[in-house]
């Protein structure tokens, strides 16, 4: 168990309002990572911080913005939510920040339907 | 761009049986790869992690090799039992100019009893 807790764990909402996920750790590691799983597509990385208030993008960024103000804190913000965006969201963590071991982490996921 | 492929997308076996998961990937500049297990509903759970440097990596019936040069991983399973079935994703870091970790798309193993 990594420490990592997701919420909310289930959320319907409509098209147009915003939704804010969080992810939060226990053990204060440096990386935190934001990814959505879709069928066909695999896990995707949507926005990765490696320290409070330094952020930056991934894969598919776009529609998605993030806040990190505290170390065990990882805010995930869908500004106006489309139905493109019904996805399940992971949070990961990395204890290390060496290159050659990276490994990661992951929450229990957040299921986000936008209808 | 770094690309991870796995194959086959599924895969079905008796109880028992050894087998093998293949993953390859396009760009042989890795920092390192991870093999992942997910079951139906729920979050990844790290399985294994190959370091570049490495060759090979075991835990319990679980044996994952690396060779760079050909661009290929397998994840061995010995042993296979029907609590096994789950779908297992490699993902790996760095290759094609990046150090996020890129996944492959999985393989589902169904192991009857």
């Known amino acids: 168990d990594a420490g990592i807790t997701q919420s909310p764990r289930h959320k319907v909402t409509e098209t147009g309002t915003p939704v804010t996920l969080r992810c939060h750790q226990t053990e204060n590691h440096r990386y935190m990572y934001w990814y959505r799983q879709d069928p066909g597509h695999g896990l995707r990385l949507i926005h990765y911080?490696?320290?409070?208030?330094?952020?930056d993008k991934g894969e598919v960024s776009d529609g998605y913005s993030v806040s990190r103000s505290k170390t065990e804190d990882f805010l995930l913000t869908l500004e106006s939510a489309t139905s493109s965006q019904t996805s399940v969201y992971f949070c990961a963590i990395s204890p290390s920040d060496t290159r050659s071991y990276n490994e990661q982490f992951f929450g229990p996921g957040t299921r986000l339907t936008v209808l | 761009k770094q690309e991870v492929t796995q194959i086959p997308a599924a895969l079905s076996v008796p109880e028992g049986e050894n087998l093998v998961l293949n993953c390859s990937f396009t760009?042989?500049?890795?920092?390192?790869l991870q093999w992942f297990r997910q079951d139906p509903g729920k979050g990844l759970t790290s399985l294994l992690l190959i370091q570049s440097s490495q060759r090979e990596q075991t835990s319990g019936r679980l044996n994952a090799s690396l060779d760079k040069s050909s661009g290929r991983s397998t994840l061995y399973i010995a042993a296979s039992q029907p609590g096994d079935s789950a779908t297992y994703l490699c993902?790996?870091?760095?290759?094609?100019?990046?150090?996020?970790?890129?996944f492959g798309k999985g393989t589902k193993l169904t192991v009857n009893p």
């Open positions: 993902a790996l870091t760095g290759g094609g100019g990046s150090e996020k970790l890129v």
């Open positions: 911080s490696y320290g409070v208030k330094d952020t």
């Open positions: 760009d042989s500049a890795i920092y390192n």
